[in-house]
């Protein structure tokens, strides 16, 4: 696949299970190691990175994942401070001495979610879409240039849902990030995709802005008929 995405757009992908959606997000902070091909960011190839080099690379991309990937037992703040170990020496970030001014950011990201009432509590004392919204501040504690979100709803339900998405969309526009979010649920793809990327088998087989997207355009990137019902969230906001 050949794909150019500019700074500040919001981009969903969407296409069967296997068809390459999470391979793609994690081929570019390289948690999966491309076999062949580049990765361009910024004219820098990043499969040719050293380790400094990318444990730099990857303090400028925020990963969110459909499990929330959050220590159960330790509270909100310490797992939002958690976004800043690429920015603290090892010895500091093991034994938890984070300067002032990354708990103080750490609380900030908090606020964006409207969590900052629940920094001290234990992670596993909240609701699922409340463990997405750690995740989120987390992933923006980094201070990154790049969102990349793995089924970041698939876990919740429909309100909750959007809410999640609501706040990926708000973030990408107030801080002009780059979000890549991988989705299932076409309702959601077309109410808040900037672009839809369709993938199937690997291959890109329609990429073009929301406005472009019909029915039959889904149907070519599943291989099947698309209920009405599919398209509920679209033109709502």
């Not at 330790?74 to 920015?87: C, I, K, M, Q, W």
């Not at 989705?183 to 793809?189: M, R, T, V």
């Not at 900037?194 to 073009?208: K, P, Y």
Request: aromatic share 6%; net charge neutral; glycine share 8%.
């Amino acid at each position: 696949m050949n794909l150019t995405i500019p700074d500040g757009q919001f981009v969903v992908i969407v296409g069967l299970s296997g068809a390459g959606k999470s391979t793609l997000l994690r081929c570019i902070n390289r948690l999966v190691e491309p076999t062949e091909g580049q990765i361009l960011a910024d004219g820098v190839d990043i499969t040719r990175l050293g380790e400094a080099e990318l444990r730099a690379w990857r303090t400028k991309v925020g990963m969110i994942f459909q499990n929330f990937n959050l220590v159960n037992r330790s509270t909100v703040l310490r797992n939002v401070l958690a976004g800043r170990l690429g920015h603290t020496g090892t010895l500091r970030s093991l034994l938890g001495l984070f300067p002032r001014s990354d708990v103080e950011l750490a609380l900030r990201c908090l606020e964006r979610v409207q969590l900052r009432d629940k920094a001290f509590s234990r992670a596993d004392q909240l609701s699922g879409g409340q463990k997405q919204r750690v995740a989120i501040a987390r992933a923006l504690c980094q201070e990154p240039k790049i969102l990349l979100a793995d089924e970041p709803v698939a876990s919740l339900d429909p309100p909750t849902s959007h809410l999640i998405m609501q706040d990926l969309k708000r973030i990408c526009r107030e801080d002009g990030l780059t979000v890549l979010v991988n989705l299932h649920f076409i309702d959601l793809a077309v109410e808040y995709a900037d672009r839809i990327i369709g993938l199937r088998a690997g291959e890109v087989v329609f990429d073009g802005p929301v406005s472009d997207v019909t029915e039959k355009t889904f149907e070519e990137i599943y291989g099947c008929s698309i209920r009405p019902d599919d398209f509920r969230g679209r033109g709502d906001r």
